[in-house]
């Protein structure tokens, strides 16, 4: 079946390429997000961005609403192209600037395709991108540079990750082990985020889970103190940072109660 999925989605790139190469609405097309940095898999989303000729765009890239479960008749003319549609639902406000995203899924294959729309004297090309058609050429977005002012950026987030840590030991020892499962996660993205501000590495997109799944509340507490010393061993080299509450996470985190654990 996962394999029957893959054959539809790739045909269905096949005929994305061929039909809208021929309309003449489309200046270039292009694959991006997972397609577009080669790391798709068997079940990747179809990530399109649509470069508009000026004298369609007014219409194709119209937005009477940032965010809504509809959309226009031109961009539901184009959609049901490839196929009747299952849901959809318009984003606008993750598109480029001028442009309109749209998440459908197409009916009976449940094939997902996020369309960008962008007019094409606000075009640029993404650096990752995987063309598939271009009839004349888009100027290349520059590679992300990296934040400017890191020590500011480490000071949020690293007074978020102390924040969201006490929430987070509220809700283990509530035993909300999907909240905690879930926060494990985010506190996991910040670790690695303040490493990578503090190393003076840009940002760049990395597939899949961060964390290592915990299923008790012995695991969870444990992969929170494991958190909590990775941030401390981070951030101690940096004296503009306010010291870690380390007395009151200990605190919150005595009141897991050992011998109530589900070990």
């Not at 009976?108 to 640029?124: E, N, Q, R, Y």
Request: aromatic residues 8%; hydrophobic residues 45%; proline residues 5%.
């Amino acid at each position: 079946m996962l394999l029957e999925y893959q054959t539809l989605r790739d045909g269905l790139i096949a005929q994305l390429r061929t039909t809208l190469a021929a309309d003449q609405r489309f200046v270039a097309g292009w694959l991006v997000g997972s397609f577009g940095r080669n790391a798709a898999d068997a079940v990747s989303d179809l990530d399109l961005m649509l470069i508009v000729a000026e004298a369609a765009s007014a219409q194709l890239c119209a937005k009477p609403a940032i965010n809504r479960a509809s959309t226009t008749p031109e961009r539901a003319a184009l959609f049901t192209t490839f196929g009747p549609i299952a849901t959809l639902y318009e984003a606008h406000q993750n598109a480029p600037a001028g442009g309109t995203q749209s998440f459908v899924c197409y009916q009976g294959t449940g094939l997902i395709v996020d369309w960008t729309l962008v007019p094409a004297d606000k075009a640029l090309r993404p650096v990752d991108a995987l063309i598939l058609f271009e009839h004349e050429p888009i100027a290349v977005a520059t590679a992300q540079q990296a934040e400017p002012n890191p020590i500011e950026l480490i000071k949020e987030r690293v007074a978020f990750f102390w924040m969201m840590s006490t929430v987070t030991i509220k809700y283990l020892i509530r035993r909300d082990h999907v909240f905690v499962t879930t926060w494990l996660e985010e506190l996991q993205r910040i670790v690695l985020d303040v490493e990578r501000l503090s190393e003076k590495r840009p940002w760049s997109y990395q597939h899949g889970s961060r964390s290592q799944f915990a299923t008790t509340t012995h695991a969870q507490k444990q992969a929170m103190q494991h958190l909590i010393a990775a941030m401390v061993q981070l951030t101690s080299p940096l004296a503009e940072l306010t010291p870690a509450p380390l007395p009151e996470l200990e605190r919150l985190l005595a009141l897991v109660n050992a011998e109530d654990l589900n070990l």
